[in-house]
């Protein structure tokens, strides 16, 4: 399993299903599984009002740091024409960064963790191999998430 990171409050918009794509100035060739870790930085305030504007129920979202939120599948990745731009919705406008020339990195089959999983480690660049032991830990609370009752 790979890992990326995300400042807040993109991670939080990823693991509640109101970004479906995450804007980088990079491509990759990596499909599959991809765990979302939200960095311990601080939430980008700024972001976050402007989101608001378009996405009010953003306001009720928490924002956990520093710790793994969910796990989603990669399914593509491409580069951004001015048509992709102009045929995107108003709300992925509102919540990645779309130029042409950057990338849309397409996720589907979101799974939320039970919990926040508090890990120190990834940064805000490629996505890396998580260690065996750390994704053995994810998979566990992904297993919770979804028992029945839940």
Partial sequence: MKLISLTQPWASLVMVGLKRFETRS????????IAIHATKGPVDE???QQIRLTLPEVAQLSMPRGAVL?????????????????????????????????????LADLRPLAIPLPISMGSRGRPITVHAEIEAQIRSLLQRSSAPGR
């Fill in 26 to 33: 990079w491509d990759t060739a990596y499909r599959g599984d």
């Fill in 70 to 106: 969910a796990v989603v599948k990669l399914i593509s990745c491409d580069e951004m024409t001015q048509a992709m731009v102009w045929s995107a919705d108003d709300r992925e406008l509102a919540v990645g960064d779309w130029q042409p020339g950057r990338f849309a990195l397409e």
């Fill in 46 to 48: 700024m972001a976050l």
